[in-house]
């Protein structure tokens, strides 16, 4: 078998953004989450989900979905691989963003549900050890989470270093298989008795693809292999500028101070 990385847009839409087997979104949501019991989500709609002809136009790695648990709250997922400087800040976004869409008059606050934004990154972003941090609203003098409307976790999968031995909850096996999935030849037999990870794994196999989403898979890896190297030829170039200004520097110096030293020789 040959695994895409469920990183990649079309892959990680392809897992958890198709209603066809929403199973597999439902067991990744109640472990990010750490949902049980009332709060455990049973179903969930799928305001956008992965279809083909949308391949050409996946851009980046969105889910907006309304999740059946006692509170019928709205959820939000993003894949995220490049780091920019205003990530936070577009998460509070998209965020504030789902939450006041849900109402269209100002007098129906009492409508409002409360809005999830997960975001799994692959790159690090807070200072925290742990692969895995919520953000909540507190009040600073009791510490207790007096605003509940808005909650953000994120998963930083960097941080995340397990070997699959370790792996001993739902949540890091999802994570073990963000990370890991494209490097396995086979299916682990820590997955295969695990209904959603079976489908997760069979829905990444890259043989069962036809050949509109191999071609748009092929031409991402392409264009991240030319980000990287564009990268690290920028920095090559910048490294050689600097040591190479630095030496002329250092050269106009040295004849500047060998000239007043000549200078101040020469009036004694």
Known sequence: MQFASPKSDIAFKKVFGDENHKEVLISFLNAVLDFKDEKEIVDVVLTNPYQLPDI???KETILDIKATNKNKDTFIIEMQKKK???FVKRSIYYTS???VSQINKAVDYKKLKK???IALVDFNIFNNKSFISRHLIINQETTKQDLKDLE???VELKKFNLTLDKCDTIIKKWIYFINNASSLDLIPKEFQNLKEFVIAFQTVNTHTWNKKELEYYDR???READDINAMEYAIETAVKTA???GKRKGIEEGKKEGIKEGIEEGIK
Do not use: C, I, N
Request: aromatic content about 24%; cysteine-free; glycine content about 4%.
């Open 115 to 117: 809005v999830y934004y």
């Open 97 to 99: 963003k789902a939450y």
């Open 56 to 58: 050409s136009e996946l």
């Open 152 to 154: 953000f976790t994120f």
């Open 220 to 222: 991402v890896l392409l």
């Open 243 to 245: 040591l190479k200004d």
């Open 84 to 86: 920019s400087g205003d």
